[in-house]
Nanobody, 122 residues
Framework: QVQLIESGGGLVQAGGSLRLSCVLF????????MGWFRQAPGKEREFVAA????????YYEDSVKGRFTINRDNAKNMVYLQMTSLKPEDTAVYYC???????????????WGQGTQVTVSS
């Protein structure tokens, strides 16, 4: 059984930064592509960023390119999302996700975390 646990959310002013963390329990971490999704109030969950198990490939949703960076530490079973230049429209619950391959992750993750709230005030 795979379990994903996120941390690092909070309240920040526009222009500020946050780093989200996610740890994977239950399986060997390295074969999984990892990523982040978010869901704002009244909206559908959307893809944010993904990273392949070997870190060669990364993908970002257009609105976060240049502001967000995804990376991982396979020795610690951790994936991170560094968010800078935050905007009020980034306000959402952010979810960690996992899938054996990055294309599958972007469209239909196998595993989800419980989510962490990020609120950006104007």
């Amino acid at each position: 059984q795979v379990q994903l646990i996120e941390s690092g959310g909070g309240l920040v002013q526009a222009g500020g930064s946050l780093r989200l963390s996610c740890v994977l329990f239950g399986r060997d971490f390295s074969p999984y592509a990892m990523g982040w999704f978010r869901q704002a109030p009244g909206k559908e969950r959307e893809f944010v960023a993904a990273i392949a198990w070997n870190e060669i490939s990364t993908y970002y949703e257009d609105s976060v390119k240049g502001r967000f960076t995804i990376n991982r530490d396979n020795a610690k079973n951790m994936v991170y999302l560094q968010m800078t230049s935050l905007k009020p429209e980034d306000t959402a619950v952010y979810y960690c996700a996992a899938h054996p391959n990055i294309d599958g992750l972007r469209h239909s993750p196998d595993y989800w975390g419980q989510g962490t709230q990020v609120t950006v005030s104007s």
